[in-house]
């Protein structure tokens, strides 16, 4: 597994360091940002990182907005 987001995933943190922000040491922000804001293609790739199971576990501990807390809460129940 690569430590580096994907290029199609990089538009998300237009604000961030994109030379710093690796998936061992940001994968909490990184999927917060990814479950509020992503499109099919970078829903996939975080999908692919971790499992149901994992992300459904995540949703309560991340700051999603309310619309996307929803739809994940339903989305995984």
Known sequence: MS????????????GDDLDQLNWQSHQKYITQTLLDKG????ISWLMNQLSKKTLKETIPNIKLTAKSRNFWELYFS
């Open 39 to 42: 499109d099919v293609q970078a």
């Open 3 to 14: 430590s580096l987001l994907p290029k199609f995933a990089k538009k998300y943190f237009w």
